[in-house]
């Protein structure tokens, strides 16, 4: 039978061949999809942004390290401290080492608490491996203000090809002289390659349509962020933002009297006054997807005022009729973040309106969400997760699920209030209904104070509430006394389950 023998031989050589072929495809395929790409600083400031609270280098397992540039981002609006971020994407897996370079180190944690990632520490010396992209805070000794962010991305895309594409390459960008505004018109795409820092001026997209931003480009102490009032059909993604306490309500994005507006994989700072991280007021349709937000003022609101919080409807100060006057806030959705409150809110709808034109806010959701910090002094205010309805507004229909808050160093986990306060409103709300909160988990750290539900009057009541899987503490809630909850009058139809 020499013939099949040599027949089978050959069969096994080939199937050999096959298996090797095979897995050496395989394998060139794992080492194609492993990269990891670092960005330049430019030279223009390489000194002025840089701190030395930290060294920090990444690679590929077992290639060479590549040194990281530490940028300094001013944090928490009351003490304008000096922490530190790096940033670099990749895909496969990453090792990082961070030496704290003054003092020595007793410990290191990771923020928020959800994250896989366990450092270990030798000496001044924290390493660390990262399987995915992932947002995190490293902190030495439980120091929240000098902690390391690491922002660790996945791959972006390509950049865009057209005539519509405007390209920033890497480097320093400042606005065109004597404006603050780097110029944008519907239609545009403005990319931001790595390592491109765009200093001291802001995307305003007041009156635009169909503009996407994206890149893993630096938005460099811009001041007023990114701008959105009566846009149409916007996308923004992947963009690194810092902002300074040089100006007031310097936010990371406003989102105003628009629609069709998706945002995700956003990462800010903010350290100023009244420098929220999102806001969204008097739009619809709008989709905040993934990101990290660590911010001195509220993370994410949602309002139902014409303009600024703090200042009168256009048609009010120049009493000329507006013409298509903005409508309802609702259909947003907020999901996949991480955030670091070093002030106010993370999580609030409501609190201003428009007397004179009563709107309504519905159909808001919020979902598997982060809060790694809370700190709110104000106690009319404090809230990790917070609804207030006044100015003639009607708040409904709002979805909290998958909330992890880790640690609230004042102020409450939920503030769900109908009212009417002397200090911003001019009027009682319509009243709050139809509010779900669901699979919340609170660690119990810090010093919170009682959560709080409550009503004014039978006009001005909060309706129709349940509080479903509410874990504090590792315990799930049976009871309003286990939840530490102060319910009010005018409080109707809660559901503990």
């Avoid at 992947?238 to 994005?253: E, P, W």
């Avoid at 406003?254 to 999102?278: A, C, L, M, P, Y």
């Avoid at 709050?432 to 119990?444: D, E, H, S």
Wanted: charged share 25%; proline share 5%; with cysteine.
């Amino acid at each position: 039978m020499p013939n099949a023998g040599h027949s089978r031989e050959a069969l096994f050589k080939s199937f050999g061949i096959g298996i090797a072929i095979f897995f050496g495809a395989a394998g060139m395929a794992a080492q194609a999809a492993s990269e990891l790409r670092t960005y330049p600083v430019p030279p223009a400031l390489l000194y002025s942004a840089h701190n030395d609270d930290y060294t920090v280098r990444v690679r590929q397992p077992g290639g060479p390290w590549q040194d990281l540039y530490e940028y300094r981002v001013q944090v928490d609006t009351d003490t304008k401290r000096n922490a530190s971020m790096v940033y670099f994407d990749f895909a496969g897996s990453v090792e990082i080492e961070v030496q704290k370079n003054n003092g020595m180190a007793r410990s290191v944690g990771v923020s928020p608490l959800s994250s896989s990632v366990r450092p270990i520490l030798t000496g001044s010396i924290a390493r660390l491996t990262l399987s995915a992209p992932e947002r995190l805070s490293l902190q030495f000794d439980d120091d929240r203000l000098r902690n390391l962010h690491i922002i660790a991305g996945p791959l972006p895309a390509a950049r865009p090809a057209g005539n519509h594409v405007r390209y920033f390459g890497p480097g320093m960008h400042t606005p065109p002289a004597g404006t603050d505004i780097f110029p944008v018109k519907s239609g545009d795409h403005i990319y931001l390659d790595g390592g491109a820092v765009l200093k001291g001026g802001a995307f305003d997209l007041s009156g635009l349509d169909d503009v996407t931003i994206s890149g893993r480009g630096l938005i460099w102490d811009p001041g007023r962020g990114i701008d959105l009032d009566r846009s149409r059909n916007i996308d923004i993604g992947d963009l690194v933002l810092v902002n300074s306490d040089r100006k007031d309500a310097a936010r990371i994005m406003n989102i105003r009297n628009s629609s069709n507006v998706k945002v995700h994989e956003i990462t800010g700072f903010t350290s100023g006054k009244w420098s929220d991280g999102i806001n969204i007021s008097t739009s619809q349709h709008v989709l905040v997807d993934g990101g990290y937000l660590r911010v001195s003022d509220d993370a994410v609101v949602v309002y139902a005022v014409a303009d600024c919080p703090l200042c009168r409807q256009r048609a009010a100060q120049t009493g000329v009729p507006d013409a298509n006057p903005p409508g309802d806030t609702h259909d947003i959705q907020v999901r996949n973040l991480r955030i670091w409150n070093d002030v106010a809110h993370a999580l609030y709808i409501g609190h201003f309106g428009d007397n004179d034109v009563p709107r309504t806010i519905r159909d808001v959701t919020f979902d598997n969400i982060d809060i790694a910090n809370l700190d709110e002094d104000d106690p009319d205010w404090e809230g990790a997760m917070a609804i207030y309805s006044g100015d003639k507004t009607l708040i409904r229909d709002i979805r909290f699920s998958n909330i992890r808050v880790d640690r609230i160093e004042e102020g409450k986990l939920i503030h769900v209030v109908a009212g009417n306060n002397a200090r911003y409103n001019k009027a009682a709300g319509r009243g709050i209904a139809n509010i779900a909160f669901r699979n919340i988990r609170f660690t119990g750290a810090g010093m919170p104070g009682p959560s709080v539900i409550k009503g004014l009057s039978p006009a001005t009541a909060v309706r129709n509430v349940t509080i479903e899987n509410f874990v504090i503490k590792g315990a799930r809630v049976r009871s309003l006394a286990d939840a530490d909850l102060d319910v009010g009058s005018h409080v109707e139809d809660l559901k503990l389950q």
